[in-house]
Structure formats: C-alpha cells, structure tokens
C-alpha cells in the first residue's frame, strides 16, 4: 500500500460557489488549516472555491474512520495503476472511472499529448484504443517513476451518484451497447444469467435486477475474474483510483461538471491551452425518477446489499444514502 505525506497550507477560502447540489457534511474540523494534496493547493491557487475544499476534507476524513476501512481502503495494484493515465508533458494525472464523462477528458489528455491539435479532430475509434491514442498509462512506469509521478503531478478524477453510475454502465453495456462490444452481451451476460437470475424459465436478456444481484454478491470476485478489465464499468471508485491511498488534488462531481471542468483545467495549468467539450444541457443533472423506475423491479435485500458494497463511495464522495430504495 503506497501513501504519501503531506504538508499543511493556510486557508483562504474565497469563491463560494453554489453549485454543490450534492449533500455534503458541514462541519469543519480545523478552519484555519487545511491539507495540501499533491499540487491541489499550490502557491498560485490558494484561493480554492470552498466546495472543492470542502470534498477533499471529506474525503480525509472518511479515509480515516476507521470503521469503514474495508469499504475505503485498496491497495495501489496494477488494477489501480492501468486506470490512471499520464501527461508528461504538464504533469497531470487522471483516474478513468467509466460512466462519468471519461471520454471527454481522455480526449483533453490526448490534445495535451500532441497526438491530435484539437478535440474535434480525434476519431472516436481512437480515444479507447491504448495503442493508437498515445495516452500512457501510469502501470506503464518503473517503480521509482510511479512514485515520482503519484508525489509530484496535478491527480484528478471525477465522480457521480454510485446507483445512477451503475444504471448508465447497465444500459451502455448490456442495452444499447453503441461501441460494437458483442462480448458484454454474448459473454459476460449469459454469466451472470446463470449464477443468479432466479426465474430459470425467464428468456429474456440481461435484467437490472439480475446485474444488482450480481454485484451485491459478497462473492462476485468469482465472477469478476472471469470478466477480467471489463469490470471497470461497474466496479467502486475505491477499486478503481484508490482515493485513500493516492492524494488527489481535485475530486471532480459529474452533477456539477458545468463547474468542475474549467476548475480543474485552471487548477492543472491548461486552460489556455484546450477546453472541456461542450456539455449538452441537463446531461449531468442526478435523475431521481430514473433511479427509483431501475431499482423498483429489484427486491430490497439485494438493494441493501448493493448499498453495503458501494456505501464506502457514497460516504467517501458526499452521496446521500438512497434511504428512498432501502426503507
């Protein structure tokens, strides 16, 4: 388990915006002093929106109660390390965590990169393939270089409401499909099918409810070797980005990405340089009715087992427990 230190920085909070939609905990613990995370608070930047603050004090702190350890805590394996891909060039990091926006930040890195002059030029054929997009990934790195890049580079990622997340990875994945990825529906759904749809006379393809119960499993790794990287799409933040052992300098929200996304270009140093692609209106807005139409076929135990799972993401990132599907 790889962690770094960090050095304590006065606070100037300044720029409150009102953006923040999401619930996030009020209480300070310590006003006047706050924890610098990799070049979160570097010496041009201190006047930090207080939201942006305010996530990562959360995210500290429910890092360290000790009580949701094994909800919060992973280790920074090569799982973690293919995911976050790296711009030599202006020394940023960026965590993918699929369902939330990545594509369009994938293609920000790549412009950075210098493979293509702008956005629009790249081909969406390219920005998922590793060999042609000239994105490399941090796993890509000697041990030394890692930790050299994980100390000093701008890290970023972006996260959304962990139950709405796995409503788009069902419906992208396994609905509508629009990439041409035969195996999600001709491999890894007949899978899941046979371990734990329980209408065995049931024909019909892949249901919300049977990705749920697949998920709550306490024993879905069984699965999840099997379906080896294509877990991404559904696996927690903690899984993927390791948020408690790795010290990011901003946690983006896709609910207010209108914001975060020029915010985080300024605070990595590029926003002279390119811009987040336009996003279409109410895209990223959290869609309650959305989530309670998926999740009223499926039976409240195995939603509170998914809740058990997945609950070191909501508390991690500022989510309100879903006391509407649980109750």
């Known amino acids: ?25 009020k209480e300070k613990s310590s006003p006047g002093e ?25 995210l500290r702190n429910m890092c360290q109660d000790t009580s949701l350890r094994n909800l919060t805590h992973s280790t920074v394996s090569k799982f973690v390390l293919d995911r976050i891909f790296v711009c030599d060039k202006h020394k940023i990091l960026f965590c993918q965590t699929p369902k939330v926006g990545n594509t369009q930040w994938k293609k920000v890195l790549i412009v950075l990169n210098g493979a293509f002059s702008s956005i629009e030029e790249i081909p969406e054929s390219i920005v998922h393939d590793h060999e042609k997009n000239g994105l490399p990934r941090l796993s890509s790195f000697s041990d030394s270089e890692i930790q050299k890049r994980l100390k000093l580079y701008f890290k970023f990622f972006i996260v959304r409401d962990p ?12 609905v509508h499909n629009p990439r041409f990825e035969p195996w999600y529906r001709h491999e890894i759904a007949p899978g899941i099918i046979r371990k734990y749809r329980k209408n065995r006379t049931e024909t019909r393809g892949l249901q919300f409810e049977d990705f749920v119960r697949y998920l709550g499993d306490p024993n879905h790794r ?12 559904w696996v927690t933040y903690v899984e993927l980005c390791a948020p408690c052992e790795i010290a990011y300098s901003v946690v983006g929200h896709h609910e207010t990405l209108e914001e975060d996304a020029p915010y985080i270009l300024k605070e990595a140093g590029i926003d002279h340089l390119v811009s987040y692609p336009t996003i279409p209106p109410g895209i990223t807005v959290y869609n309650k009715t959305k989530v309670e139409r998926y999740f009223s076929g499926v039976s409240k135990r195995d939603i509170r087992r998914l809740y058990a799972r997945f609950e070191g993401d909501f508390k991690l990132f500022g989510y309100q427990k879903p006391d509407f599907l649980l109750n």
């Not at 069984?222 to 799409?233: E, V």
């Open 1 to 25: 388990m790889i962690t770094y230190g960090a050095k304590h920085e006065p606070l100037i909070a300044t720029a409150v915006t009102e953006v923040e939609k999401i619930h996030m905990i």
């Open 222 to 233: 069984w699965l999840d070797l099997q379906f080896g990287d294509h877990i991404i799409h």
């Open 163 to 174: 139950f709405e997340r796995l409503i788009s990875a069902f419906k992208d994945k396994f």
């Open 34 to 58: 706050f924890q610098t995370i990799g070049r979160g608070l570097s010496e041009g930047h201190r006047h930090q929106p207080l939201v942006h603050v305010e996530r990562l004090e959360l």
